[in-house]
């Protein structure tokens, strides 16, 4: 079983900063790839950034240059920094992890931003 859960989501203004935190049950070096994911209401999930045990990472595009996704091993948490906020990025965030063919999700944390 994993459980994973992410904190420190909020309101910010557009240009602000944010890091959210997901902090796992069990050691992430047991999990291939951790990701976190974003959903607007009326919109579709998406991948905003992934991190595999290696540390290679995967951004969208509309994130690139403004988000940075990292790993603490010793704490089992992974990060998402945001930098940069526009309106746009304002999505429930949950993170994203798997266990052999097993896929778990976090119960999200809202970030909005406002313009």
């Known amino acids: 079983q994993v459980q994973l859960v992410e904190s420190g989501g909020g309101l910010v203004q557009a240009g602000g900063s944010l890091r959210l935190s997901c902090a796992a049950s069990?050691?992430?070096?047991?999990?291939?790839?951790m990701a976190w994911y974003r959903q607007a209401p009326g919109k579709q999930r998406d991948l905003v950034a992934a991190i595999t045990s290696g540390g290679s990472t995967n951004y969208a595009d509309s994130v690139k240059g403004r988000f940075a996704i990292s790993r603490d091993n010793a704490k089992d948490t992974v990060y998402l920094q945001m930098n940069s906020l526009k309106p746009e990025d304002t999505a429930v965030y949950h993170c994203?992890?798997?266990?052999?063919?097993?896929?778990?999700w976090g119960q999200g944390t809202q970030v909005t931003v406002s313009s």
């Open positions: 994203y992890s798997r266990l052999g063919y097993v896929a778990y």
């Open positions: 069990i050691s992430i070096n047991r999990l291939n790839t």
